[in-house]
């Protein structure tokens, strides 16, 4: 009997060590397909208006680009047009724009001669779930920062936030 006993607390204790790893890998799984599709989808939402570019100014087309940037997420993520995961064993609910910030040189300062001054320390307060909060980047040329909220499927259900900053790299550098 003693040894059924024995049995019984190895199992429980292999069960529960078995259930977290799991649980820790699912997190981790998830916290690399969305920074990854954040990051992608940051890249294809800088979208240059071309009008400006001819005058020698990295100028972003937001309205196309906010486009692309959602049309990314959901390509990548293997979302539903309305954001939700078509797959569940990732992530859980929707996901959320938080934030979507295209500086290009029509946003920072300039110099006397009328040329864009990076580094640029970006600066942007916005609300996320009732709350105040400040996204602070620094900027080594014209960018498209972005934010997403993450539900994963895990027991614990965790929430997360991943920022992304793509640097547009012109033929200037």
């Keep these: 009997m003693k040894v059924v006993f024995k049995l019984i607390a190895y199992m429980i204790v292999v069960v529960t060590i078995f259930k977290v790893n799991t649980e820790d890998r699912m997190i981790m799984l998830g ?40 049309e990314s997420l959901i390509h990548n993520l293997g979302l539903n047009p309305d954001m939700t995961p078509k797959n569940t064993a990732v992530f859980s609910g929707e996901i959320k724009v938080v934030g979507l910030y295209f500086v290009g040189d029509d946003k920072v300062p300039h110099d ?44 614990s259900k965790p929430v997360q936030i991943k920022t992304a900053v793509y640097r547009y790299l012109d033929k200037r550098l």
Excluded: C, W
């Design 31 to 70: 916290e690399v397909r969305s920074y990854g599709a954040v990051i992608l989808a940051a890249h294809d939402a800088a979208v240059l208006n071309k009008s400006r570019e001819a005058e020698g100014y990295i100028v972003f087309d937001e309205p196309v680009g906010t486009i692309r940037f959602r």
């Design 112 to 155: 006397p001669m009328g040329r864009p001054i990076y580094p640029y320390s970006f600066v942007q307060n916005t609300t996320y779930r009732g709350s105040p909060i400040t996204v602070r980047e620094q900027l080594f040329g014209p960018s498209v920062v972005a934010l997403i909220e993450v539900p994963l499927n895990t027991e």
